[in-house]
């Protein structure tokens, strides 16, 4: 069963013009046309679903489009690959302590909020500035 763009862009959440851009840039392929409309095979949402994860952590369409035709060979995408997961390594300790001060500021009745000790330690553990 085919889908039309309409359908691919709701369940995906994406807009059409996202779809034919990812299209052009060879992210995505159509099965062909119904009418005017591009027609998609199902499995074009788990394709979406790797390049929205992958754009929302940082990666280009460059990137992507590279990293879609990768094969196991490829020891520069592999080390950029893995530089990126250390990356993104960092990135999550930092929102997870960001995370947690906010959580507890949202509960704290500490005056003034971010001079509590508990707040201020959640930010203090931190290698980073």
Do not use: W
Request: a positive charge.
């Amino acid at each position: 069963m085919l889908l039309d763009i309409g359908e691919v862009a709701e369940r995906a959440g994406l807009a059409p013009s996202a779809l034919r851009f990812y299209e052009k840039r060879g992210l995505i392929a159509s099965h062909g046309r119904n009418g005017l409309r591009r027609t998609f095979s199902p499995d074009v949402l788990e394709r979406l679903s790797l390049v929205t994860c992958a754009r929302a952590a940082g990666f280009t369409i460059a990137q992507i489009a590279r990293f879609l035709v990768a094969t196991p060979s490829d020891a520069e995408l592999r080390t950029q690959m893995a530089e990126k997961a250390r990356q993104l390594d960092e990135d999550i300790a930092v929102l997870s302590r960001m995370r947690n001060g906010l959580r507890h500021a949202a509960t704290c009745s500490y005056h003034p909020l971010v001079e509590c000790p508990d707040f201020k330690r959640s930010f203090a553990d931190s290698g980073r500035g």
